[in-house]
Every structure is written in structure tokens, then in C-alpha cells.
């Protein structure tokens, strides 16, 4: 039997007797013969108190100290579970990040891993040991703690299974695997048996949160093979892995929405080269995220740019706006709060010309109104009104032949 690296999540470890049923599952493969290194996130929601308690100090606390204090979370989690399989009669170790030899940028509250040095987990296993390592976090060259940000054990996890060269890294969480869409809001949808890397990536980037993109990329770029499964029960999960190996059949492998978009247009900036990269790079250089982009040109000496944020960018993205107006040269700035990105997603897209317009045709039967769109080889996005959003994505959920027979069961989402 081969290595097998497990991710368990905040909600599959979020009180002492799910800790206990985790531990019972890596008993499990354990005496299937398996080696088992378990990466893990802090306990429910830990991190949200640790923030919170910060706040209650300083509204804006050093992103050192903040580091130093949310990595603690991960380290109750992963010594908790070292106790419970100590309990059970099997030899654990729990380790930190770095003690894991994870190596991150020198950048505080969401650094990317530059390299592993799996050397100490190599060394427990070899004694027989299971190795449970705290997700999330890393240290810098500088031997500074960081943390990774957002869905940072997942990423954890791949990494290790990449540098352990393991036989495959299982995401446990609180769903039974990758669904063709949330089914909180398609109680039809059905859970994928796999799905190709590049159609996880589109979905994850789109509003899918099963998995955070940064660990999808990482699987893809060291060729993981991922397993979403569910926590809290024993059912098959979903494949994640090269398209080549899958034969699907599918044109549209799945419908995501994202209901925290907001429009910004920048109205009467100078029609010249040179304006995109000055609008863009002020935004960027101000951390604003940009998403869908439209310009329009017309026969005159002024031009229209208009972009999707976050809706928890917007007032950033309207204040560097403003802050920049001489410098940008445009008349004034409109924004639309209150919208919704759906998007349909499917690697059979590339070879079947036509996908777009039947989007759009369902969503026109429906008298839904769309503001913007976005497409790429594998995706389209149209940014549709909020009210709209269920009709939107359950209608083309059913146009692209992806409902089921029967009502999906999704454990922790009821």
C-alpha cells in the first residue's frame, strides 16, 4: 500500500468527537497498510475568534503578530488528534508547518509556498508513524511564521503530497465531493464521479467552494490526483485529475455562481494607449482584484471602461478611484452593487461551437437580464441581477441535461 495524504477541515474537525471519528478513519487505512501523513485545519471557527479577539485589541494589528496568533489554531487541532490516535493504540506525531518543513514567501497573511523539505516527515514515517501536520501555514527564509491565506490546508496538503510524492491527496470536507452545482440552490444537482483539472480550476475561481483555486493549481502543475470525499461518510468522492484520463462525454460539467460581484464604470477617460494599463495597474498597485472587463470605444476623443470587483472591494476600488482622478483623467465613476456572476463550465465546450448562445437563449426565456459577459475556452460568465440568481442557475443547470433523478444528499449543508 502507498502514501496517502488526507486534508480535514475546519467543520470535520470542529468539536473532540468528530476528532475522534477522524481518528477512527486514518485507524482505517492504517491497518489497510497504508501510510498516512494528515494535514489539518483549525478546529470550526477558531480562526474567526482569534480574529475577532485581535480586533477587540486593535483594528489594525501587525500582519506579523496576526500570523503569529492565527497559527495557533492548527496547532490545537493536529496535537488533539495526535492524542486521539495515541488513544486508539497507534503511534502519531503532530508537527507545525515549518516543523514540516514548509517554506513559504516573506509575506504575512497570504504567502505562497516556495518549497518543502519533506525530510522530517520522511524520518516519522519511516518509524511507522502517522504524521499530522497543521495546514496553513509555513516559514519564511527570513524564519518568520506565516499563514497562507483563504483555503490554505488545502494547499498545504497538495504541496506535501507532491514533495511525498504520494499515491493521492484526499480533501475531506463537509460535502460528499464536486457537485454540477451548489445544491443548496439545485436540490437536483448530482456529484461528479471526476472532473479534469482545468474545469475545477474554472469552477473553484467562479464561486465553487468545495476547493480553493491555489490548490487546484498546485495538483495540476505537480500532477496530484485529488479526492473531494465527505467527511461523514464512507461514499466514493470525486476525481480530480488530467482530463486525459477521463471520458465523460460531457459538454457543461457544471453551473457556478458568485453573488458578491459589483460594476464599476469609469466614464470619460481619454480614448488613447496607455489608458488600460494606467487604469488597471493604479487598481492593482492598490490591491483591487479585477474581474470581467469591457470597453466601449466610440467615435470620439473619450472612452467607457467598465469592470466586475468584489463586492467587498468595492468601496476600495471607488476611494483609490477617486484618490487617482487627476492622474486617470476620466468624468466621474457609476457603480451597480447587487449582482450575481453565473457561469457554465465544461471541457467538452472546446469542440462544441454554439454553447454561448444557448446560455444566453435560456437565460432570455427567462426574461433575465444580462449586463456583462465573459468567456474563455472552457467557461462563460454572464453577470446577471441577485433576485435573478436561482432562476438563472437552476434554469441552465436543467438546459444543459445536468439535473438528476433524485434530490442530491449533502451532509453538513441542510
Not at 492504517?30 to 501510510?35: I, L, M, S, T, V
Not at 488613447?272 to 492598490?286: E, H, I, M, P, R
Request: aromatic fraction near 4%; include cysteine.
Amino acid at each position: 500500500m502507498g502514501l496517502i495524504v488526507q486534508k480535514y477541515g475546519g467543520t470535520s474537525v470542529g468539536t473532540i468527537e468528530r476528532i475522534l471519528r477522524v481518528a477512527d478513519r486514518i485507524v482505517a487505512y492504517k491497518q489497510e497498510g497504508h501510510d498516512v501523513v494528515v494535514v489539518v485545519s483549525a478546529m470550526g471557527k477558531s480562526t474567526d475568534v482569534l480574529v475577532d479577539m485581535a480586533k477587540q485589541i486593535s483594528q489594525y494589528p501587525s500582519e506579523r503578530e496576526m500570523d503569529m496568533l492565527l497559527s495557533t489554531g492548527e496547532q490545537v487541532s493536529i496535537a488533539l488528534l495526535a492524542m486521539a490516535l495515541h488513544q486508539k493504540g497507534y503511534d502519531a506525531i503532530s508537527l507545525t508547518g515549518w516543523q514540516a518543513g514548509v517554506v513559504t514567501e516573506s509575506i504575512h497573511g497570504r504567502a505562497r509556498i516556495t518549497a518543502v523539505n519533506p525530510e522530517r516527515i520522511s524520518q516519522e514515517l519511516a518509524r511507522g508513524r502517522v504524521v499530522i501536520v497543521a495546514g496553513f501555514q509555513g516559514i519564511s527564509d527570513e524564519g518568520e511564521i506565516t499563514t497562507l491565506g483563504r483555503g490554505g490546508s488545502d494547499t498545504s496538503a497538495v504541496v506535501l503530497a507532491a514533495g511525498l510524492q504520494a499515491e493521492k491527496c484526499e480533501i475531506f470536507t463537509d460535502v460528499a465531493g464536486v457537485y454540477t452545482a451548489d445544491p443548496r440552490v439545485v436540490p437536483a444537482a448530482g456529484k461528479l464521479d471526476s472532473i479534469s483539472y482545468d474545469e475545477m480550476l474554472e469552477l473553484a475561481n467562479l464561486g465553487a467552494g468545495v476547493l480553493h483555486p491555489r490548490s487546484v493549481e498546485a495538483a495540476k502543475k505537480y500532477k496530484v490526483r485529488m479526492v473531494v470525499r465527505s467527511s461523514f461518510t464512507t461514499e466514493d468522492g470525486t476525481n480530480v485529475e488530467e482530463a486525459a484520463e477521463m471520458e465523460t462525454g460531457r459538454i457543461v460539467s457544471g453551473v457556478a455562481h458568485d453573488d458578491e460581484v459589483a460594476k464599476v464604470t469609469v466614464v470619460g477617460m481619454p480614448a488613447q494607449v496607455g489608458t488600460l494599463s494606467k487604469l488597471f495597474n493604479t487598481l492593482a498597485d492598490n490591491q483591487v482584484n479585477v474581474d470581467i472587463i469591457i470597453q466601449s470605444t466610440y467615435d470620439a476623443p473619450v472612452t467607457n471602461i467598465s469592470f466586475t470587483v468584489a463586492s467587498g472591494d468595492l468601496k476600495k476600488t471607488l476611494d483609490t478611484l477617486e484618490q487617482h482622478k487627476s492622474l486617470l483623467c476620466f468624468e466621474q465613476v457609476d457603480y451597480e452593487e447587487g449582482l450575481t456572476k453565473v457561469s457554465i463550465v465544461g471541457a467538452g465546450m472546446v469542440n462544441n461551437p454554439g454553447v454561448a448562445a444557448e446560455m444566453f437563449r435560456v437565460l432570455a426565456d427567462q426574461k433575465i437580464t444580462i449586463k456583462m459577459v465573459s468567456t474563455s475556452d472552457i467557461k462563460v460568465s454572464c453577470v446577471v441581477p441577485a433576485e435573478a440568481t436561482e432562476l438563472a442557475v437552476r434554469s441552465l443547470h436543467t438546459a444543459f441535461g445536468l439535473d438528476v433523478a433524485e434530490t442530491a444528499v449533502v451532509h453538513g449543508l441542510s
